[in-house]
């Protein structure tokens, strides 16, 4: 038996994630870039953070986000479609002067894909410690940070507020290290990941980002040396190996994937770690936690759209009674 979680209990304040919001506008047809006109369809909801979140809240964890997005049609679609699927948006900021992000995607025969992204000049990038915000992670349970956040500016002094306040109040902090490791020589991220590192009740690494993390190369190496510096959990992403479970205990449980036609891998693993975090703070076992994570994650690569697959806990049991398991 695993020891208990160290993620406090959705009931003392909801997860809260700090991010960006965009839209995202897909090529129809497989190709390179966006040289000539093209059929397109869109937009849909997106931003890794929305994603994780909208996923965490549609399973039913308490679920907020601190954002920004303009005054326009794509700000609009994302802040109703995350109060549809009860995420707290009273902290999602509105520009009257900036847009909402955008990324423009297409996919290339070998399944790699071309970008045209506005971030770094919209409103996604205006995030800022406003009283709404404050007042959200003052009743916050729960953090989780993704590596996306350290580019955005401003981000870092929002993440060490929320920290304080809301490990003061015996809430809890999960870390996802989707950051390229070029990324970490660079300023003060490194110490910044580290000192996430240290915090982290919960950490979400995909593939090598474990290593990235643990600072040695070797499965077995890397999750000791993670559990040395006082990591509470990890719950790794294999895509479609699946995914483990990790215990200070030494405990470690391994789940298999689901069997699905992938048509937009866009948010699996936002996907996943949304419905990890919210499993575990209402009270889940890993391995239950981890049937839920892969299924969401799966469900969400099946259709076309960042977050158009994201379920709720009815969809995901249906899900999972009606899908195979990968060998």
């Not at 964890?61 to 707290?88: K, P, Q, T, W, Y």
């Not at 999602?92 to 996919?107: E, H, K, L, Q």
């Not at 959200?136 to 870092?156: C, S």
């Amino acid at each position: 038996m695993a020891e208990p979680s160290r993620l406090a209990p959705d009931a003392l304040g909801p997860t809260v994630v700090i991010g960006e919001i965009l839209v995202e506008i897909m090529a129809l047809t497989r190709g390179n870039g966006f040289l000539e006109p093209i059929e397109l369809v869109g937009p849909y909801a997106s931003g890794a953070p929305a994603i994780f979140i909208d996923q965490c809240a549609r399973l039913g964890g308490a679920a907020g986000i601190v954002a920004s997005v303009g005054d326009d049609d794509f700000g609009r679609l994302n802040v109703e479609r995350l109060r549809a699927d009860g995420a707290d948006v009273s902290a999602i900021s509105v520009s009257p002067d900036f847009p909402t992000g955008s990324a423009f995607v297409r996919y290339r025969e070998d399944g790699s894909r071309d970008f045209v992204f506005n971030i770094g000049k919209s409103a996604a990038a205006l995030i800022g410690l406003t009283d709404a915000a404050k007042a959200l992670f003052e009743r916050a349970g729960h953090l989780h940070v993704m590596g996306t956040a350290f580019a955005i500016p401003g981000a870092w002094e929002m993440i060490e507020h929320a920290l304080g306040v809301i490990k003061g109040r015996g809430g809890s902090v999960s870390f996802d290290p989707n950051l390229r490791k070029e990324l970490l020589g660079q300023g003060q991220t490194q110490a910044r990941f580290q000192r996430l590192l240290d915090l982290a009740d919960l950490l979400l690494p995909s593939g090598d980002e474990l290593f990235v993390a643990a600072g040695v190369e070797g499965e077995e190496a890397a999750v000791a040396a993670l559990f040395r510096r006082g990591i509470g959990e990890i719950a790794l992403k294999r895509g479609e190996k699946g995914s483990s479970f990790f215990g200070g205990d030494g405990t470690r449980i391994d789940r298999l994937a689901f069997a699905v036609t992938e048509v937009d891998p866009t948010g699996a693993g936002d996907c996943f770690g949304g419905a990890y975090v919210a499993c575990r703070r209402l009270g889940m076992a890993p391995a239950e936690a981890l049937d839920y994570a892969n299924a969401a994650g799966a469900r969400n690569v099946s259709v076309r759209g960042p977050m158009e697959g994201a379920g709720t806990r009815a969809e995901l049991d249906a899900f999972i009674a009606a899908t195979p398991r990968l060998p």
